[in-house]
T-cell receptor, first 114, second 113 residues
């Protein structure tokens, strides 16, 4: 089955700086890569996703890049703000129109220092 | 439009007791999922369903059973709870037809003593 590795487990950055979280996956059939933000005691919320036919996607301060050859994808947050503090999870799926569930990384605790 | 809801929000069980967690969605989604989340871990897939009357095993199915008798509901059962099943359980649903986003419920915090 799929295996997703995520690092770092904790990331502390100064407010206004950029943050990068990286993930690798093992199954070359995976074609859908979402990123979720989870605040303490809350449900995971999708913040951005990318499919394997796209190399990069951006939404305001958030961007995701995908390297299919190397089987890794990254989340980039620019101009970080205090409300970006949360746990971020990457995930992978080989849904391709099917119904497979997501395989998650173990999460990155992002801390924004004022 | 409530999205995905879960019942109950919290529960404490003694070892050996049974219980059922209910997930309901009002988005007419075909696919539904049960995940568990443990401290320091990402979510792990327990079981999923591709439609009414169908279920399939995920990554960590042992000790759980599921049923999908109605399209909008997905039930997760613990027949004989164990302390190792202490976790936060999330349900999710997703539309078919190439739309990949999964919508998560608010979670159920289960403690087995």
């Amino acid at each position: 089955g799929e295996n997703v590795e995520q690092h770092p487990s904790t990331l502390s950055v100064q407010e206004g700086d950029s943050a990068v979280i990286k993930c690798t996956y093992s199954d070359s059939a995976s074609n859908y890569f979402p990123w979720y933000k989870q605040e303490l005691g809350k449900r995971p919320q999708l913040i951005i996703d990318i499919r394997s036919n796209v190399g990069e996607k951006k939404d305001q301060r958030i961007a995701v890049t995908l390297n299919k050859t190397a089987k890794h994808f990254s989340l980039h947050i620019t101009e970080t703000q205090p409300e970006d503090s949360a746990v971020y999870f990457c995930a992978a799926s080989s849904s391709g129109g099917g119904a497979d569930g997501l395989t998650f990384g173990k999460g990155t605790h992002l801390i924004i220092q004022p | 439009n409530a999205g995905v809801t879960q019942t109950p929000k919290f529960r404490v069980l003694k070892t050996g007791q049974s219980m059922t967690l209910l997930c309901a969605q009002d988005m007419n989604h075909e696919y539904m999922y049960w995940y568990r989340q443990d401290p320091g871990m990402g979510l792990r897939l327990i079981h999923y369903s591709v439609g009414e009357g169908t279920t399939a095993k995920g990554e960590v199915p042992d000790g759980y059973n599921v049923s999908r008798l109605k399209k909008q509901n997905f039930l997760l059962g613990l027949e004989s709870a164990a302390p190792s099943q202490t976790s936060v359980y999330f349900c999710a649903s997703r539309a078919s037809g190439g739309r990949d986003e999964q919508y998560f419920g608010p979670g159920t915090r289960l403690t087995v003593t």
